[in-house]
């Protein structure tokens, strides 16, 4: 006999927005920054991929902003959420990169880029937390 799905909490369903909303706020920004400032994301583009790094920064912009555009749409949030967990994912060599360059500059900045690396886990968490509500 299957198992019947637990009853969802309105709490959870507030939660769940929030978060959606939080994550498209966040990739939103990112995606305009990476078409407005791309040489800041070209750097970290790893240098083992080929071709052009702002290839690449144009390209993750755009997914970054169609996957806002997913969370933004109640119909649409559960695939943005598998999409945002598959973005943090691709990008997280780029955050590998960062880490790894600036592995020698002031504390400040090594924190930043070492800060970075256990974040996109937590993001990665609540991406998949949106595409289960």
Not at 71 to 77: K, Y
Request: net charge positive; hydrophobic share 45%.
């Amino acid at each position: 006999m299957p198992r019947e799905k637990p009853a969802v909490r309105p709490r959870d369903i507030i939660r769940g927005r929030r978060t959606a909303a939080f994550l498209g706020a966040l990739l939103g920004g990112a995606g305009v920054l990476h078409m407005i400032r791309p040489e800041h994301f070209d750097r970290i583009v790893p240098p083992a991929l080929p071709g052009p790094a702002r290839g690449y920064t144009y390209a993750s912009g755009v997914a970054e902003l169609g996957v806002a555009g997913l969370l933004a749409v109640p119909r649409t949030r559960r695939l943005g959420g598998l999409a945002a967990a598959a973005l943090f994912v691709a990008v997280f060599p780029a955050n590998v990169q960062m880490a790894y360059d600036w592995r020698h500059d002031s504390p400040r900045r090594r924190a930043i880029a070492c800060g970075r690396l256990p974040l996109q886990g937590l993001l990665i968490a609540q991406a998949l937390h949106v595409a289960r509500r």
